[in-house]
């Protein structure tokens, strides 16, 4: 059985919720979870942490990036997962405008 690694980007409470579900499956593993308030990892192990999502991405123990940040962050992380050849899955709302939304589905590359 294939297990695939997932990086969480926002560890706040609907990120823990999806990390508390995900350790329940056999055929998903968290291995990364970057969050840019330390405070937020507390208590969880055989996991690597990051402050920087961008440090994160590069992991090459990572299959697919659960983004789980406020949604006015969604469009330039997605679009550098994605960049970095990584799978996504973005919460809802997707993003705060349709322009946002656009540039996620299309992979548009922009300048931060
Ligand atoms: N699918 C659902 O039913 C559902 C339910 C709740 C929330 N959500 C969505 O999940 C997302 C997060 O919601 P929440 O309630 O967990 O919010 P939250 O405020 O509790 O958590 C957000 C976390 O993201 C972190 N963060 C912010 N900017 C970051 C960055 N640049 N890099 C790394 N970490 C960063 C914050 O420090 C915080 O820990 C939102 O898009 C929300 O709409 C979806």
């Known amino acids: 059985m294939k297990v695939f690694n997932i990086g969480i ?15 329940q499956l056999d055929n998903v593993q968290v291995t990364s979870i970057a969050d840019i308030n330390a405070a937020a990892i507390t208590g969880i192990e055989n996991v690597a942490f990051f402050i920087d999502w961008k440090d994160m991405i590069l992991s090459e123990n990572i299959d697919l990036i659960a983004i789980v940040t406020e949604p006015s962050t969604h469009q330039v992380i997605a679009n550098a997962c994605m960049r970095a050849g990584k799978h996504v899955l973005i919460e809802k709302p997707l993003a705060i405008n349709t322009s946002d939304a656009r540039a996620i589905i299309k992979q548009e590359i922009r300048q931060e």
């Open 9 to 23: 980007i926002g560890f706040g409470g609907f990120g823990k919720f999806l990390f508390n579900a995900w350790n």
